[in-house]
């Protein structure tokens, strides 16, 4: 048996060893200066998503039947989009109609589609502020790419009646079905 003197510095010698070797332990995991560390990173994530405005990333679409079929219908998703966007929308669904129109025109599956349209999204910004304003945007970019393309330009005027889907769960209609088959 030690004196309880020993005893006692052992024990503080030892909890400084423990101390010692998670300090060591932390210390190795952070980021060396002017990185971040992972959960930092993490942390971070929402506000750094892919880039809006990059390059077009699909390759070109070299067959023209296949590229109009892809147009029909992807104009249909667009101005439906649009149709059924918020008249009052919140600040998170501005931005998520801003980022999603950008994003579709990176991504879209016509390289060279993407390319032109890339810039026409650059001298005319996606309108996020309502439902109305949006709609009336769409309309006009895809008349700017019937004109470039020599197809007749579209009334935009006929905009809420041409993509009124009757899709029903209309907020602006009757609000007393609203909720009726939620
Ligand atoms: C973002 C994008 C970029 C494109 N870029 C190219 C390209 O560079 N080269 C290429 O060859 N093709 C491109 N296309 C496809 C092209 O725009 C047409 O979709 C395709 O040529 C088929 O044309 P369409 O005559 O059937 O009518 P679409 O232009 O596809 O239109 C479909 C229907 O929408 C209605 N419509 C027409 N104009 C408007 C308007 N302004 N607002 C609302 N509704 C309208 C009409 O009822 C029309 O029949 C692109 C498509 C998209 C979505
Ligand atoms: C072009 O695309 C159309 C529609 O997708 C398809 O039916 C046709 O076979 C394609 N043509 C060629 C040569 O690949």
């Not at 332990?25 to 750094?48: D, M, T, Y």
């Not at 005027?157 to 769960?169: K, P, R």
């Amino acid at each position: 048996m030690a004196p309880p003197g020993i005893k006692g510095r052992f024990l503080v010698f030892a909890l400084f060893v423990i101390a010692l070797f998670l300090f060591v332990r932390l210390e190795s995991h952070r980021a060396p200066p002017g990185q971040l560390s992972p959960i930092e990173q993490a942390k971070k994530k929402p506000a750094s998503g892919p880039s809006l405005t990059g390059h077009a990333i699909a390759p070109k679409l070299g067959n023209a039947t296949a590229k109009a079929e892809l147009g029909r219908a992807a104009w249909k998703v667009l101005h439906t989009t649009f149709a059924r966007f918020p008249e009052k929308p919140t600040p998170d669904e501005k931005e998520a109609l801003r980022s999603y129109v950008h994003l579709f025109q990176r991504l879209y599956p016509c390289g060279e589609c993407a390319e032109h349209f890339g810039k026409v999204l650059a001298k005319y910004p996606p309108q996020v502020s309502s439902r109305s304003a949006a709609s009336m945007w769409g309309c006009m970019v895809h008349n700017i790419v019937n004109k470039r393309l020599k197809k007749p330009e579209f009334n935009c005027e006929n905009i809420g009646d041409a993509y009124d889907c009757g899709c029903g769960d209309d907020d602006t209609k009757d609000t007393s079905k609203k909720e009726e088959g939620a």
